[in-house]
């Protein structure tokens, strides 16, 4: 019995998925460090239900917008724990001067960029046989 409960703990369940009907977005220019050429975003994720969720499992794009048009897209995650009602930051730079913001979830598989996975864009060689 012991073993079975061990095993179902460990499988990967409903835990991989972030229930977004449960937390919120949002994003807002910080005002105290943007300059002319850079521009410092607040991303806050905020908890409305009762489980703590790993922060790294919550990733989100955070787009600039001049009119309806996307002019900047960054992506990015939490870190820590999220706790239950409670709320998590973290600060995302878009290159240039924006003023309106959209932040939406993003599928937390399969889109990290190659320099969240840490790829440095060197490949091994290999040695010749000559």
């Given at each position: 019995?012991?073993?079975?409960?061990?095993?179902?703990l460990?499988?990967?369940?409903?835990?991989?998925a972030v229930p977004w009907q449960e937390l919120t977005l949002s994003i807002e220019r910080d005002h105290q460090t943007s300059s002319d050429t850079v521009t410092l975003c607040r991303i806050r994720v905020t908890n409305h239900g009762g489980r703590s969720w790993q922060g790294r499992k919550i990733a989100f794009e955070a787009r600039a917008l001049e009119g309806?048009?996307?002019?900047?897209s960054e992506r990015g995650r939490f870190g820590y724990v999220l706790a239950p009602?409670?709320?998590l930051e973290t600060l995302i730079g878009f290159l240039g001067r924006y003023d309106r913001f959209e932040v939406v979830p993003a599928n937390g598989r399969g889109e990290r960029s190659p320099r969240d996975r840490g790829a440095t864009g060197r490949r091994k060689r290999r040695a010749s046989g000559d």
């Open positions: 019995m012991n073993t079975l409960l061990v095993l179902l460990a499988l990967p369940g409903s835990e991989s309806a048009t996307v002019v900047a009602y409670g709320s």
